[in-house]
C-alpha cells in the first residue's frame, strides 16, 4: 500500500491523518498516511528514512517548512514563490517540493465560502511564512488591489517589493496597521500568529466595507480574537482557517493520486468534531 504522512514537531495532534485517511475511502485510492514526529534537528534525516521505507510524499508542517524548500530537488512555481514547502512528492527524479496552502485559501474563499476575490480589495495581514504562501494565489484571482499590513512595516514593504514584479499590473501596497485607518476592504486574511497568544492584531476601526469577509487561517472552538474583533468592527462574514486545512489537504492529495476530493463532507465532519 503506498505510504504517505505528515511531519512536524509537534504533530500529535494534526488532523491531517484523518482528513487524508477520509479522502482515501471517499476515492477508493489504497493508500497509509501517518504522523511522524522528527527531533528538531533530525528532519532531513526523517524524510530520508520514510523515502527509503518506500514513502511516496510527506506534508511538511511547523517548523519544518523552510528546510523542506531547502530540500527539494525541484520546486513548483507556487512554492518558489511562497519560499516554503508544505508538500513534497517523491518521485524516480528526486524530490518535488509544492506548496498548497495559498491554493487551499483561495479555494476555501471561492469555492466553500462563495465570496468572489477578482475585482475585490483584499488586505492580507501578516508578514511571515504564512502571509507570504498566500500571496501569488490570491494575485492569480486578479483583485483590484492587495494590501499587506504588518506590525512591522518594513517587513510588509519587503515582501511588496518581492511581489511587484509578479503583480501583473495590479497595485500591491504595503503599510503598518495604524495606515490602514480610513481605508475599507471586502476581504480582510489575517495571516499573522496573533491567535497564538489569543491576541488580536491591533487594527484600527472601520476596515471592513459593506458585505466583507473576515478570514483567520487560525481556527479553533468558537471564534478567534481576530474574528471577535472583526465582527465588532462590523465585518459581515466571518471564517476560520478550517477549510483552508482542508483544502490545502485536498491539493496535496490531487499532486500525489491525480484525484481531486470532495472536501464538503470532511469539513463537516471536522467542524462537527471541534463543536
Ligand atoms: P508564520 O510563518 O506563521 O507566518 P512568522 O514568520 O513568525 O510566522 O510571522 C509571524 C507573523 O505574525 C508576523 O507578521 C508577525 O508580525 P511582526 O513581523 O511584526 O513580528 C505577526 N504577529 C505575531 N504576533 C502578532 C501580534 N500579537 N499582533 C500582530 N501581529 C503579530
Redesign the pocket.
Known sequence: MDRYAVVGHPIAHSKSPAIHAAFAAQTGQALRYEALLAPLDGFAATVAAFRAEGGRGMNVT?PF?LEAHALADRLSARAEAAG?VNTLAFGADGILGDNTDGAGLVRDIIGNLGVALNGRRILL????????GAILPLLGERPAALTIA???AS?AEELANTFAALGGGMPIRACG?AELAGQSFDVVIN????S??D????LPPGLYAGGALAYDMMYGRGDTPFLRAARADGAARLADGLGMLVEQAAESFLLWRGVRPDTAPVLADLRAGLA
Do not use: Y
Not at 125 to 132: E, V
Not at 191 to 194: L, P, S
Not at 199 to 202: L, T
Open positions: 511547523v517548512k516554503a495581514l501578516g508578514a511571515g511564512g504564512a502571509a507570504r504588518n506590525r512591522t517587513r496597521f495571516a499573522t500568529a496573533a497564538l497568544a491576541q488580536a492584531p491591533d
